[in-house]
């Protein structure tokens, strides 16, 4: 539920690869904070998330597979 701590896990391209990142914590608290007006916004951030574990991994085992 945290954002992905690229530094720490050594994911030094990650701020290239993912120019929009979003997490389930971030979420939780646009949440709570009345972020979000509508729950088409709710859910742009849903798939954001999900976006964005796609393209990060997808990138990144191509470059494994290669």
Avoid: H
């Amino acid at each position: 539920m945290l954002p992905v701590d690229w530094e720490d896990l050594e994911l030094k391209d990650y701020p290239d690869v993912i120019k929009k990142p979003m997490d389930l914590g971030t979420l939780r608290a646009n949440l709570k904070n009345g972020v979000y007006s509508t729950f088409d916004d709710v859910f742009a951030d849903i798939a954001l998330i999900w976006e964005n574990c796609k393209v990060y991994n997808y990138s990144t085992d191509m470059v494994k597979i290669a």
